[in-house]
């Protein structure tokens, strides 16, 4: 601090000939080095690009100037920088290298092999006579902007209109759509992604518009301009869309005129009116993108029911060798197929389709691949489902960013169902932060779930979300199996693909157009849509209610309901007078200190039986009241067959409520002398 920085030997620059080139090197080193061979030079100090650093360089002045560039790029930056400065006051100003494969003037010299002074200074003399003389590039003059049919946006202090000007221009980007608060585009996977979703090689993805791209995309559909003074003048010249102006844009979360995208479909897009989208491209209608991928026959205007029956004919034909535990299966099957196809068509969500089996090979994944394979013309990528929610709810966040209309389970093991899949199984939107951001999106979510496993576990709450489809093989080697249809199914319904697209959209469109004629069907709560579409089509070309599966579903998922009812048979047998319980009291009597004194009759066994099992301790283990009380709490007023477990606040004993059955008030009216009294 406060040293004048000066030329290196500035007293030798001083004491020099006017007249003898001065050679400007990058280090002390290369000075010396030249030194040694009679050159006159010098260098300043600090190293490369700290000349601007020097207090003074007026000795070079009117002088001859050779800079010997170092060969790397901080050496030929300073080198150019130097000669810019130099240039206009030195005499002359020339740049060059050492020659040969030398970095610097010091490891030429060094490495002479044998030269003499007088033939390395004719060598680097015969370098500095083939450079040129500097000569800086000259500065780009503005031109005026040529109007090429783009709008001109001129960029000002007024953000509003600017940023507004913006986002109308992107109107006419045939790539850019808005999904959920998002600028979205769509790409083609040239090759499967290694991302939390696995998908096939080729297909069409929605991703978000990164601000580089948009920037690009701004630049297609409009002119920037900006205001500079020239003289006494103003001119408009071209200019760069800013940094605030690309994010204000993006950040907008409404583009009034961008098209907005529910989704992307590679078969004919089917509307709520019974017509077909057939065009590829945007349908305005559905807000969906039609991409083709594969020529199909064209769908007539004008589908009766007659026509309708034959296309289930030859659909049902595909799973002609599967082993369907009953024909309510197969039913479900057709369902699951006429699914995604229908996906636009209804509003509100879809059922999960569980396709499990008896036993392995009875060909559940072969099944599922046979809907993906009609669908979408190839393998159904498969997920792992995972039972931690955290995780499950990112990998459906990621479904829902990028559009999936088909998304397939595999291998299902252990309990099927958490809160995250329940959640996605019941809405058509989906709200999360997006993975490594903290920003909020509201998606579309439109998929159509699948699972396949063998003898699948499923929570109570997500066995009501479930269409099952069940394969029953009482073979004990069922991939020994030849006797079938079509043994190379796989490659029969790659050729039959388009025939068996346009039978699917048939039966939709035809019983659209039919006028939805309704079955008199047992409500799907949470599922009108789909069951007033897919279900009621299925059953109007003549097939049982796909819906008939999940009884037994239901029955063997619903545990819970099977600890409270035999919690129930227990308890009419313990209070057959109904006089009522406290769980203090009967704990105590059931579990006395001295257990050889506890009552061991098959009532009182009974009893103990059904309150380990619904607490889910371990048999023998004594429940606390506190933990049956808050047990019997969660069940109260659940009717289960036509009696309910109730508590009346008014009516408390000292040890704690007092817990009676209730017939249900149809019961009552039917069973006046045997029912228990009402609350």
């Known amino acids: 601090k406060g040293v004048s920085r000066v030329l290196y030997r500035l007293p030798e620059l001083v004491a020099a000939d006017p007249a003898r080139t001065v050679y400007v090197a990058e280090g002390e080193k290369d000075v010396g080095a030249l030194e040694s061979i009679g050159l006159v030079a010098t260098c300043n100090p600090q190293g490369a690009g700290k000349w601007s650093k020097l207090s003074d360089d007026s000795v070079l002045h009117g002088r001859r100037v050779v800079i ?19 240039h206009g006051r030195a005499a002359e100003v020339r740049i060059v290298e050492t020659p040969d494969i030398y970095k610097d003037p010091a490891e030429w010299i060094e490495a002479r092999d044998a030269l003499t002074s007088e033939e390395l200074v004719e060598q680097l003399d015969a370098a500095v006579a083939a450079a040129r003389p500097f000569e800086p590039e000259p500065e780009p003059q503005p031109q005026p902007a040529e ?21 109308a221009a992107l109107n006419a980007d045939p790539e850019i759509y808005q999904r959920g ?43 920037f301009t900006k205001q500079i003074r020239e003289g006494d003048n103003f001119i408009d010249i071209p200019a760069h869309p800013p940094g605030w102006l690309v994010g204000a844009v993006d950040a907008r979360g409404e583009w009034e005129g961008i098209r907005p995208l529910l989704g992307i479909s590679d078969t004919p897009v ?18 969906v993108l039609f991409e083709p991928s594969a020529t199909f026959p064209f769908v007539g205007e004008r589908v009766n029911h007659t026509d309708a029956c034959r296309a289930s004919d030859s659909l049902l034909e595909v799973v002609c060798d599967f082993r369907f535990e009953s024909e309510d299966h197969r039913a479900a099957w057709l369902a699951g197929l006429l699914t995604p196809l229908a996906r636009f068509a209804f509003d509100g969500p879809s059922p999960l389709f569980l396709i499990d089996a008896n036993v392995r090979a009875a060909g559940k994944g072969l099944l599922s691949q046979t809907i993906n394979w009609i669908v979408s013309g190839h393998e159904m990528p498969v997920n792992s489902y995972v039972h931690d929610t955290n995780e499950m709810r990112k990998k459906i966040t990621a479904i ?13 093991e252990g309990v099927f169902g958490n809160d995250a899949l329940d959640r996605a199984l019941t809405t058509t939107r989906w709200k999360d932060r997006i993975l490594g951001k903290n920003e909020q999106v509201d998606l579309p979510l439109l998929a159509t779930w699948y699972g396949t496993g063998n003898n699948v576990a499923v929570a109570a709450d997500t066995a009501r979300r479930n269409i099952h489809i069940r394969l029953d093989v009482l073979e004990e080697h069922p991939e020994n199996r030849s006797d079938f249809r079509h043994p190379h199914l796989i490659s029969w319904l790659a050729s039959q693909r388009g025939r068996l697209m346009v039978d699917a959209l048939t039966i939709l469109s035809g019983y659209l157009q039919a006028g939805r004629p309704s079955h008199d069907l047992k409500p799907f709560g949470s599922f ?71 009552s061991d009759d098959d009532v009182s066994n009974a009893m103990r039986a059904a309150l380990e099992n619904i607490i889910g301790c371990p048999a023998g283990k004594t429940p606390s009241p506190r933990s049956v009380g808050n047990r019997l709490r969660h069940f109260r007023r659940r009717v289960m067959g036509d009696v309910y477990l109730d508590t009346n606040p008014a009516e408390y004993d000292r040890s704690g409520a007092v817990w009676r059955l209730h017939f249900t008030a149809e019961a009552q009216s039917s069973n006046c002398e045997s029912a228990p009294p009402r609350l």
């Open 528 to 598: 009108e849509g789909w069951s007033g579409l897919v279900r009621e089509a299925v059953v109007w070309v003549g097939l049982p209610d796909p819906c008939r599966t999940r009884i037994k579903l239901t029955e063997s998922a619903d545990t819970t309901g099977n600890a409270l009812q035999q919690l129930v048979a227990a308890w009419r047998q313990y209070d057959p007078d109904n006089v009522g319980l406290v769980m203090t009291e009967t704990l105590r009597k059931l579990y006395p200190p001295q257990r050889e004194n506890s």
């Open 181 to 223: 608060g998002l600028l979205v585009r769509v790409l083609r996977d040239p090759m499967p992604t290694l991302d939390v979703i696995k998908r096939s090689a080729n297909s069409a993805t929605i991703r978000t518009v990164p601000q580089a791209y948009l920037r690009e995309r701004m630049t297609k559909f409009a002119r």
């Open 147 to 167: 109007d090429d049919g783009r709008p001109e946006i001129k960029l000002t202090t007024n953000e509003h209109q600017v940023v507004c000007a913006a986002a």
């Open 68 to 86: 010997i560039q170092d060969k790397d790029d901080a050496g030929r930056k300073h080198a150019l920088d130097v000669a810019s400065r130099l």
């Open 400 to 412: 829902a960013m990028a559009g999936d209309r088909l998304v397939l389970l595999d291998n299902l």
């Open 270 to 287: 089917l509307r709520n009116d019974g017509s077909i989208w057939q065009t590829p491209g945007y349908d305005v209608k559905t807000g």
